[in-house]
């Protein structure tokens, strides 16, 4: 890999701070996938999950240390992480 084929634009307009908090995904009448929130900011975050397949592009994100949900829409998925945006 070169340093060309590393180097990443940041896009974001609000810094995030690293975390490790649990959370869960929620979507549906009553589906939850625990994940774990890597990164946060006050417009978005980085969630682990074991897969992202069946993760649809809308879903409530609840971080169970702050007791805190927020509506989230997918930016960008891979595998196993979803960067989301914050949503009204």
Same mark, same amino acid.
């Given at each position: *890999? =070169?340093? /060309? #084929? *590393? %180097?990443?634009? @940041? +896009? +974001? #307009? /609000? =810094? +995030?701070? %690293?975390?490790? @908090? +649990?959370?869960s995904v929620n979507f549906g009448t009553a589906v939850r996938v625990d994940c774990i929130v890597r990164n946060l900011s006050q417009t978005g975050a980085c969630v682990e999950l074991a897969s992202t397949a069946g993760i649809p592009a809308d879903f409530k994100l609840l971080i169970k240390s702050g007791r805190v949900a927020r509506n989230c829409r997918v930016a960008w998925r891979t595998l196993r992480n979803i960067g989301v945006q914050f949503v009204c």
């Open positions: *890999m =070169t340093f /060309n #084929s *590393m %180097l990443v634009i @940041e +896009r +974001r #307009s /609000n =810094t +995030r701070i %690293l975390a490790f @908090e +649990r959370g």
